[in-house]
């Protein structure tokens, strides 16, 4: 080896050592400096801020009294809000707006947080650049949600787009304008920032442009569109006959661009009123096929029509075709053709030829009465019953209140005679009952009223009550069965119509019996003296009854063996007792000439003891 390159060697050596030793020596003074930085680990940086209040030096309790009172102290103190010419002054605790301290405080310690030297460190780069916490806040999202409301409704001016509107039949574009709007979320935080913060000045609220979606260009082949079509009448057709949609017409059925539309159309409600007028001169609606009854009982099917409605789509179609045509300008109109939901052969199907049971009740009272007698009666009318069905008189009427058109009468409420809503309809439900009763069906529900009703047959009332108390009997034929009312001045008739059922009924009734007497209801007059009593209504007993019903087929064999069991309450004996205190007799008086004295009336005659 050289000399020159043993010099190089020892130069790299030294040069090592020296590094080393100044590593060693920036390493330790590094510690140190640490070490010197470090301080209390109790203790916030120094630097660190939390919503600009410088809380270095600090201990945690310390920094969070300090911001819990100065929050205290604005909570009250409200911040202006601005949004086009429009401001709002709100109060942090009108929000319930709260930050969290707690948590700030835990952020800032974090700041100049760690071990020893490295806390040191740390705190050295925040002494240095500073650090400023938000704290994390609370809301009433309600209450924000309720100002925001308030807000948008006085900001907000939606934009408007571009239409065309017609002056003297000539379309008219009509210019698009751009709008405003909140923008709620984004003016939700800055709501809830601002009043967690504790700086108090005016804050502008975040407002977008709301711009429209269609522009007067854009409606300019839509305007030269419109011109051609009004530029002539149009001609409407149907089989042979035909007839002109005069310009004015046409005009006035054209839905033209407008709301965000681009194109034109037949619609709105000039061309629904339009088509309605059309269709009462071709419009024929479908018509099922029905039943006819005689005076004999036999029944005739009346035959099912099919029918024919205008379809408004199609037409209003054709009639946009013909009008933007260059050529002949012929608007077909369309016609669709209905079946009727019940076909002749249906209806011939179903068997229903005779009457199989009829019912007669005489009915009266206030015109209340009458009304709500015919008015359920219609109800329960053309009632089809199939073969296997169970009728139910609330199912069929529905609730019967106010909305049908039902009128107050006398009713029976908790088995006592007063006014009620739909006073009458028991009326009904009996005859049904009754009529049921005597063609032989299958009665699986019937209730008796509270109260006896000498009108009535005895132990064949049936009362009903929407929901709870109901009639019911079934349709246990082969084939269906129709039920029709017909509603006299004085008498009601139901009448159950089906094919030929051969059945024999046989019925039994119990006497009426009275189970206990009239409960006594005692009512102060004071009109009458004590010791007086005077009965105003007499009463009537509790009584009981019952029904025996057998059903016999054709060939004698028994179908039914049913008793009805009816039990009703009595009517109170009304007697009102006197509570008006009788006078006192007048006290003997001296003897005079004339003997004793007492009282005298006008004429001097002595007043009755």
Known sequence: MGVRSRRRARSRALLARRLAA?????????????FVFAGSSTRIAAGVRIDGVNVGGLTAGEARERLEARSRALAEVPVAFTAGNRAWRLKPVSLGVEADWDAAVKLAIDQGDGLGPLRGFRRLGVRVFGADVGPPTRVL????TFELGKMARAVDRPHRDAAIVLRHLRPVVRGAQSGRALDREAAGDTIVRALASFRRRDVALPVRVDAP????ADLAPVAAQVTGALARPVRMKLGV???WLPKRQLAAILLLPRDGTRKLAVGGPAAKAYFARLGRGIDKPA???????????RVTVV????????????TGRNILAAALSPGPRNARVVVTYQQPERSTAEARAMGITTRVGRYETIYGG???RIHNVQLVAHLVDRKLIAPGATFSFNATTGERGADKGFREAPVIINGELTTGLGGGICQVSTTVFNAAYEAGLKIVERTNHALYISHYPQGRDATVNYPDLDLKFVNDTSHWLLLRTFVGSSSLVVDLYGAPIHRRVESETRPLVDTGPPPIKRVADPTLFQGV????????????????RRVYARGGALLYDNTWYSSYRGEARVVRYGTRVKPAPPKKGATGPSGPSGPTGANGVSAPQ
């Open 287 to 297: 018509r099922n096929a029905g039943f006819n009854v005689l005076q004999s009982g």
């Open 533 to 548: 009593t005077w009965v105003e209504e007499s009463g009537e007993p509790s009584r009981s009854t019952s029904v025996r």
């Open 303 to 314: 035959p099912a029509r099919p029918g024919r409605v205008v379809d408004a789509g199609p």
């Open 141 to 144: 999202e309600r209450a924000l």
């Open 213 to 216: 979606k269609v522009r007067g």
């Open 241 to 243: 006959a035909s007839w």
């Open 22 to 34: 100044f590593a060693i020596v920036a390493a330790v003074g590094g510690v140190l400096l640490g």
């Open 366 to 368: 206030d015109p209340n």
